[in-house]
């Protein structure tokens, strides 16, 4: 699973992987897209897709002289996976800090309301 994260770590491959989204694609065409953003070689593309490919998020298929490469539904799956096993706790945990949150906002309405009232006391309440 740390494959799959470290190849998502690089900004670059997570715009190949964007690219790939769309369908599937030659390396020529990628290393087209890529330097509209960054200047890069098509050796350094074809080494970002080895990465990817490694880690299991990336297909290469031969078409004629070809290579196409494509995403790999079972890599990304296992990262999706991977990734709600983890959000689920803290979603659970974020309710009650939701909760916490308002009834704090709640307090500190109530003692401005408390003390616009009662100017006396509210000098009182700050001594």
């Known amino acids: 699973m740390s494959g799959i994260f470290e190849a998502l770590g690089d900004p670059?491959?997570?715009?190949?992987?964007?690219?790939l989204s769309e369908g599937e694609s030659t390396v020529g065409a990628l290393v087209a897209a890529l330097r509209a953003d960054?200047?890069?070689s098509q050796p350094a593309v074809s080494q970002h897709l080895k990465v990817l490919r490694?880690?299991?998020?990336?297909?290469?298929?031969?078409e004629g002289t070809r290579r196409l490469y494509g995403i790999a539904s079972p890599g990304l799956a296992a990262a999706q996976a991977w990734l709600a096993a983890v959000a689920d706790p803290l979603v659970e945990f974020a309710q009650p800090l939701d909760a916490l949150a308002t009834e704090v906002a709640r307090g500190r309405r109530t003692s401005r309301r408390e003390a616009s009232r009662s100017p006396a006391r509210a000098q009182r309440m700050t001594s």
């Open 38 to 40: 960054v200047r890069i």
């Open 12 to 19: 670059t491959r997570r715009r190949v992987l964007e690219l």
């Open 54 to 62: 490694d880690a299991g998020l990336v297909t290469v298929r031969a």
